[in-house]
């Protein structure tokens, strides 16, 4: 697989806006691939949740049982909510992917480089504090976006717990309270969770707005190529793959996927 199909941020700021969802379909007479480019949304009466269900449907109906497999992006796997509303205000479409998998017993995955290894590969090219401070960042705007929030200490806690185990930085601090002086100390303004705006600028990978911008390419870089290497193996195995990640991966690893077809 030609991982320099990949379309690169500058090639993806000049393309005309896409529609989201973001959705194809790729075969090769035996086997399927359903992508589903979603955005990222709690929101249960967005459309994309009925599109998604008709998308899911739809490759259920058209793979065998035996040979499916379903890839969400995140890194980890959402519990399994009592309902559909439940599933997606609580998890959003990664929840909700898990609810439909669950129904129709279909193993769920998310194929993900290792925290561990992100930040190997990240220490090569940034400062502890720029790579902290991004892991920290790109989880403000996944609290702003739900509908059921717990308060922002209690949400970003078990994150930065797991960062210090994962990266064994015993002696760097990954106390909110330090999040908030590193941000200081690249945007000169206080910690501010209600600039909605804000918060989505800076881990934009098509902006360039300071240092956290190219951390955030840099990683969606490695995560693609990461990613597409995966689904090259389940696809070589000879599996049915239904896969939902945001509508930015779905557009950018579409050339290097549709060479399996």
Known sequence: MNKNLLISFDEYQKMPPN???YTYIISNGKQYLYYFGSKHSYDATLPQFVELKAFFEEFVSKTEAK???V???GGGIPPIADSEDLAITKYGEMGYVRYLSNKNHIDIYSPEPSRALMYKELLKHFSREEIEYYFFASIVPQWIRMSQKPSFEEYVQGFLERDKKESNWDDFDFSLENMKIIHKKLFNIDF???D???SKKIVDPTKQFSIINDVVRFVSNYR???IVDELERYWNEGKNVFVVYGSTHAVIQEPVL????
Do not use: A, C, G
Request: no cysteine; charged share 35%; glycine share 0%.
């Open 71 to 73: 890839l969400i992006e």
């Open 192 to 194: 501010d969770t209600s």
């Open 224 to 226: 693609n190529e990461y």
């Open 196 to 198: 909605s705006q804000f």
């Open 19 to 21: 529609k989201v969802p």
């Open 67 to 69: 040979d499916r497999i």
């Open 258 to 261: 549709r060479t399996l077809e």
